[in-house]
Each structure stands twice: as C-alpha cells, then as structure tokens.
C-alpha cells in the first residue's frame, strides 16, 4: 500500500503541474496581459523578457518592472514577476527575470530565475535567448523535485514600418522534470512550445496583434491557442500618456476538450510618464476576472 501511495502521491504531483502551467496562466506584464497576451511581435519593454527576449534590442533605456497578481494569486499560476532589462549599446540588451509560482495543491512552488540576451543580426533583424533556473520548493518531506536549464530561442525581424513579427520557442531543449520519493522516481518534460505573432502599426498610436501558442501542438491537447491584442494611445502629451487595450485569448479547436482549456476577452489601461509606468489588466471569461497591476520605472 505504501508504494502505492508513492506513487500516486507522483502521479498527482506531475498533473497538478501539468495544469499549473497550463495555457493562458503562465505569462506576464499587466500590458500583455490587457492587449490579450498577444505580445510577442511586440515585445518593446521589459516585458519582452518573458515574451520574446530578441525584442529587448528595441529599449532605448533601462527599465526595471514589477507584476503583482492582486486578486487570484491561489489559481492564477504566475503571482509576481520582477524584471531589469537595459540595452549594451545600439545593437545588444540583456535583461535578468524572477518569477514566482502559485503553490500547486500545497505541495510544490516554483521560483523561476533567468537571463536574457539579445542581439541585432541585420537592420531590421534581432535575435534572442533566455537561460532559465527552476528551483522547486517542495512542502512534503522526503520528496524532491529536480528541473534542467530551459532555454527560449527568439527571433524578432520588422517587416516594414508598419508591421513586425516576432517568434519565441520556449524551452526548445524540451527539458527533464523529475519527481523522486525514495527509490521512486517518475520524470516529464516540458514542452517545446512554439508561438509565431504579427504586430501591425497602422499609426504611432495604435497597435494590433495576433499570436498563436503551442502553434505546432505539442502539448496534445487537441488544440491550438489563439492571442488577439489591441493598443490605443488616446491622450499623448510631452511628458505623459494614456492607453486602452483590449483582447480575447481562445482556441482553434481539432479534437480538444473546450472546457479545459482557459479562454475569455482582456482589457486594460495604462498611464505613464517619463518617471514611471503604470499598466492595469482584467482578465475575463475563464479567467475568472484576475486582476494584474505593473509598474515600470524607466532608469533613464
């Protein structure tokens, strides 16, 4: 009996990740989040950390941010995010990430450390990497959990002056998760999750962009996701802005469960100056109507 517990106890462990880290919960930047986390043709601040580490080569200054989730920090996976990111001259950046995770049943929390490094290869072309840690804090004694490096690749290429396209693969090693108790020992990886996005410019003001995620559908959940995002700048002055976003995260259904997976509209609101940034999100729908506030300092 007790090895059967053993090994449920693992099993249980591996699911409850598994949904943790599940589409549409694992991303950051109360921004992104109000243009329906359709950022990675975007990525020109410190958010591009996260969502495509090759935009960082657009930052003109350093940036330093913080994301808290305000209101559903017990299901919403990721609860803050800390981010710094600066550019080496005209043609590089680098940034470092902290990330903290919602405690899966109790039983685990995850803190995510990582650089990012981004580098211009043509004039109108950057390319990115991020290294990240994950340590495991694991609230049952006796069991641990052990991850390898991830590494995100990014490519970040402007089409014209109007229209970007960004693409970031996460962990594109696919690396080992394993969970041990005693001699028993049960190992997952995660996925090699690719996500293409088109960011179109129309004016300086506005910004339109779709994304898809897990675009080759290695998760095999039947499905692939779908980001739409949109950016206004009503009120621009010398030293101040004011910004509405909207979006809608879904799904292009092939032989999915509908009900798993999260869906739902976005909407935002961002105020600025040249002291700080200050992005609100409302994520609707599935989401339950979690609400994510960023501030961004610009160290000019």
């Not at 699911?15 to 950051?28: D, E, M, N, R, T």
């Not at 109360?30 to 990525?43: D, I, K, T």
């Not at 999260?262 to 979690?290: E, H, M, N, S």
């Amino acid at each position: 009996m007790r090895g059967l517990g053993r090994f449920l106890f693992l099993s249980l462990s591996v699911v409850l990740l598994a949904a943790a880290v599940s589409p549409g919960l694992a991303c950051v930047g109360a921004r992104p989040f109000g243009m329906g986390l359709a950022f990675v043709a975007v990525a020109d601040d410190v958010n591009a950390t996260y969502w495509n580490p090759a935009g960082l080569v657009q930052l003109q200054d350093p940036e330093i941010t913080y994301m808290g989730n305000m209101n559903a920090r017990e299901y919403i996976n990721y609860q803050d995010y800390l981010a710094y990111a600066a550019p080496l001259g005209d043609n590089s950046a680098f940034a470092i990430s902290y990330i903290k995770t919602v405690p899966i049943a109790d039983l685990l929390t995850q803190k995510w450390y990582w650089v990012s490094y981004a580098a211009k290869v043509g004039p109108n072309t950057s390319l990115g990497i991020n290294l990240r840690e994950t340590r495991n804090i694991v609230a049952v004694e006796g069991v641990s959990v052990d991850s390898d490096l991830d590494v995100d690749l990014a490519l970040f290429h402007r089409l014209s002056e109007d229209a970007t396209f960004g693409l970031l693969v996460q962990a594109v090693n696919a690396p080992d998760i394993t969970f041990t108790e005693g001699e028993y020992e049960y190992t997952t990886h995660s996925i090699e999750n690719w996500r293409p996005s088109i960011a179109l410019h129309p004016d300086p003001n506005t910004t339109v962009a779709v994304s898809l995620y897990d675009a080759l559908n290695n998760a095999e959940d039947g499905a692939r996701h779908f980001r739409l995002g949109f950016e206004r700048i009503v009120d621009s002055g010398e030293d101040h802005y004011l910004a509405y976003r909207a979006g809608y995260t879904g799904i292009i259904l092939l032989d999915a469960d509908e009900e798993a997976i999260p869906k739902g509209p976005t909407v935002g609101i961002g105020y600025g100056t040249d002291k700080f940034r200050l992005d609100g999100a409302l994520l609707r729908g599935d989401y339950d109507d979690a609400f994510f506030l960023s501030v961004t300092v610009p160290l000019s």
